[in-house]
Every structure is written in C-alpha cells, then in structure tokens.
C-alpha cells in the first residue's frame, strides 16, 4: 500500500535556529508533495505544493526564504523551517499524491519552539 | 482562492446514533471532496471522498452526500461507536496534481456509551 513517512517526528529547536523535516512515499510515486502546517487548535494550512517538473508554489503567508522545499525525486521531499519562532510551532504534515486525487498523509513532524 | 466552512465544531452522540458533519465550498471548480479522521497524536486519515460525478458514496458506516448546485457536502456516522470519537475533516479540491487541498476547520466528535 501507500505510506509516507516523516522524520524526525518530533523535535525542540531554539527560537531563532532552523529546523529541517524529511518526507518520504514507499510504494507509490510522489509526483505531488504537500506541506501543511497545523498550529494548535487549527485546520490544516498549506504551506506550500511541489509537483515534480514544475515550480513550487507556495501559499500567501509563506514564502521559500521561509521555508524552502526540495523535492528531487518521486520518493524523497525535504523542508526546513529558517529562523524558528513561536508562531513556527505546530504538526508539519507532508501530504503525497502519485497522480490521482487521493493524498496520502505522514504522520508529521511535530515542532516546538523554545 | 477556495474557503471551506465546516459545523459543527463539537458533536457529541449517544453510541448506536448518527452522527453529522455538513461543510460548505465556495469554488464552484471544486470536485473532489476527502474526509479526514484525525485521532489524538496521530496524521489525519482519508476515511471516505466523492467526487463531482456522485451524489451519494457508502462504506463501511460511512455516508457522503454531495450537493454541487447548494456547494454543501457532508458526513453521515452511521451506527456510532467509542471508536468513532476523533476529529474530523472535511477538505474540497479542484483535483489533479496540483489542485491544492482547502480544509475545514474540523470537528470533535464524542461517541458517549
């Protein structure tokens, strides 16, 4: 079946230091990487979607300089949070798709600030 | 872009009731609609989704009704069980690799023995 995995799965940075989170499709291809970030007590918002072949678009209120994405290949995304401060906390979720409508979540990357 | 609005935000149900979550869209090019289950700790789950071509999708106690005309989707819990108590999601999508996924904002639901 389809399984993404993130790693670390939780992790404690100082405010001000970056933080890199990794997210990887076994058995499927990720054609599409998703990025969400869900802070406390909220929805999912979307930080960013890399297709592979095409620019990474990211959502307003989220830039690359941020949080820049590499998606080098059909199995392996990474992103790093720069700069962490405490609106930075939250669950950081890699959403994949192969080529359907279907998004297959990992179990995220839990991030605290201190 | 698309808004997702979803109520309630808390649902608490006797065991064996229904229990119902209804969520509206905006983007009239929205077709593809994905619940989510998220229990504590752990990464939301694709339970049931519908397409813009159905109006109706079952499975296993599960209900999805989509009505494209009022732009309103909705959950349908059949039979509850304490295992049904989590947060739900409901997301709209204009589908493909990069129609993004819009969410609700989710709902607590509480099966009561």
């Known amino acids: 079946g389809a399984l993404v995995y993130q790693y670390p799965r939780r992790t404690i940075c100082k405010s001000g230091t970056s933080m890199r989170m990794e997210c990887q499709a076994v058995?499927?291809?990720?054609?599409?990487v998703a990025w969400y970030r869900q802070s406390p007590q909220k929805t999912f918002e979307l930080i960013a979607l890399?297709?592979?072949?095409?620019?990474?678009?990211?959502e307003q209120n989220f830039t690359q300089e941020k949080f820049p994405i590499s998606h080098p290949n059909l199995s392996f995304s990474s992103m790093t949070v720069l700069n962490a401060y405490l609106e930075d906390r939250g669950l950081y979720l890699c959403?994949?798709?192969?080529?359907?409508?279907?998004?297959?979540f990992g179990p995220g990357t839990r991030l605290t600030v201190l | 872009g698309e808004q997702v609005e979803q109520l309630p935000s808390i649902l608490r149900v006797q065991e064996g009731s229904s229990a119902s979550i209804n969520c509206t869209y905006e983007?009239?090019?929205?077709?593809?609609f994905p619940w989510y289950k998220q229990e504590p700790g752990e990464n939301p789950k694709l339970i049931i989704d519908?397409?813009?071509?159905?109006e109706r999708k079952q499975t296993q106690g599960l209900i999805v009704l989509l009505d494209k005309k009022a732009k309103r989707f909705s959950l349908h819990i059949t039979d509850t069980q304490p295992g049904d108590s989590a947060m739900y999601f409901c997301?709209?999508?204009?589908?493909?690799?990069?129609?993004?996924?819009?969410f609700g904002e989710g709902t607590q639901v509480t099966v009561i023995s």
């Open positions: 959403g994949a798709r192969e080529g359907g409508d279907e998004q297959y």
């Open positions: 058995g499927f291809q990720a054609t599409s």
């Open positions: 890399s297709t592979v072949n095409s620019a990474i678009k990211y």
């Open positions: 983007n009239s090019a929205s077709n593809y």
């Open positions: 519908i397409r813009s071509n159905m």
């Open positions: 997301a709209a999508s204009e589908g493909g690799l990069s129609g993004k996924l819009t």
